[in-house]
């Protein structure tokens, strides 16, 4: 198939997800064509079956905003026209499911039909997209979208709730690359983190308020209390200053790094010994994930999807949002007991491996093509 995938290229979830999936389908041997402004992050080797066309917008000095959509939904024209694609598969819904929706419009007039599937990944439904800002060209591109997918059960009851919704949305879970996360710890890398044998615990996001990072650092003042540790947090985002700020304020800093963005995470996660993932909402939680992969168990909320892959008391434990006791006590059983924190990093890597890629990259294949079989009849 000849597969059109528009996202966001940054560190954010939905656009990892994105990439990852093109990937795959491009190592399948589909032919694989990102439309995004700016080469994704995850995107860096070489495969003949991938293509990347940046979305240019002009500048005008009539705008103060420049018209992102309408630059994307030409370009989506353009590249599905140039390349005769088969399928477009847009990934967070503002604003590529409406960017899709005028694409489409416009190819049909031309006599070209295509499907576009959206997926929803989370804030594009739980905090941006049912602002009444966008609220509806939401709802009215999603039910315009020929398939729609969510990355949990969580986020598929959200998107009812919260918008009308005539279509049934097929949950597709989150998936990971069991394979590249099964990495062996770099042991000198370990010791310029944890010089004196520490524990390390870990924290990775976009650092958005959602995310609750102070919360982390509440958390890991508690466990430093008790277990020798140290705490890396990976990423970089709006809150990192505030972070900052309180391991200053509490003395902690030298037992926090703040590593910026990373693109190797599996050598990261291949050295910790605890995920920290506070945050308010997460549709799904893909960083969890990966840090389950990679045999690291996650102490997280119990917010939004997350139940649905941290399993309490096998995979990790679950708090409230912002119940930093209950967070902290469990993160603090699980270090201080060696044989109970390895029985949890081998049931981590046990119930990530039912999120292999291997398994749901086929279930994308066979939703692109019931989508082809409806649109050829
Ligand atoms: O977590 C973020 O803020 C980034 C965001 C995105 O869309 O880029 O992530 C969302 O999509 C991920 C991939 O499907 C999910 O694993 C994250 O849970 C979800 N984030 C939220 O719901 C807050």
Known sequence: MRIGIVCYPTFGGSGVLATELGKALADKGHQVHFITYQQPVRLSEFNANIYYHEVLVPTYPLFDYPPYETALASTMVDVIVNNNLDLLHVHYAVPHASAGYMAKMILAKQGKHIPVITTLHGTDITLVGKDKTFAPVVTFSINESDAITAVSENLRDETYKNFVVEKEIQ???????????????????????????????????????????????????????????????????????????????LGLCDDMRFVGRQEQMEDILAISDLFLLTSEYESFGLAALEAMAAGVPVISTNAGGLPEINVEGVTGFLGNIGDIDTMSEAAIKLLSNPHLLQQFKTNAVNHAEKFDIDNVVPIYEELYMKQLEAINN
């Open 171 to 249: 949950v597709i879970q989150n998936f990971v690359d069991f394979k590249r996360f099964r990495k062996k710890p770099i042991d000198a890398f370990r010791r310029v983190i944890a010089p004196n044998g520490e524990k390390i615990v870990m924290h990775a996001s976009n650092f958005r308020k959602i995310k609750r990072v102070g919360d982390v650092v509440k958390i890991f003042e508690k466990i430093s209390k008790k277990v020798p540790s140290k705490l890396l947090f990976v990423g970089d985002g709006p809150e990192r200053a505030m972070a900052e700020g309180m391991c200053r304020d």
